[in-house]
């Protein structure tokens, strides 16, 4: 069963840090082939602006999305140390 991440592309979330947080994921996709494992999606607003960018991996929430933080987290998802 893939993964299923959302992406806030709200107003909000694009312009706090989303669109490049779109560009990492799918990098990060590319760079460890995980296109069959992973299904990624975008939303027009998770309802939590000012806590943005928002992304949701599995159902978790996870907001005030950095790259720090985004890499550790898909690291941890796909067990990548």
């Known amino acids: ?3 299923k991440i959302v992406i806030c592309m709200g107003s909000s979330c694009f312009a706090r840090g989303n669109e ?9 996709m590319k760079d ?11 939303s027009c ?3 939590n602006c000012s806590d943005g960018p ?3 991996i ?3 929430q996870y907001r005030r999305m950095e790259r720090g ?12 140390t």
């Open 1 to 3: 069963m893939p993964v």
């Open 20 to 28: 490049q947080n779109l560009k990492l994921i799918e990098q990060f």
């Open 32 to 42: 460890y082939r995980l296109d069959a494992e992973v299904e990624l999606s975008g």
């Open 45 to 47: 607003c998770e309802g």
């Open 54 to 56: 928002n992304i949701i």
């Open 58 to 60: 599995d159902g978790k």
């Open 69 to 80: 933080a985004l890499i550790d987290i898909l690291n941890h998802t796909f067990n990548i």
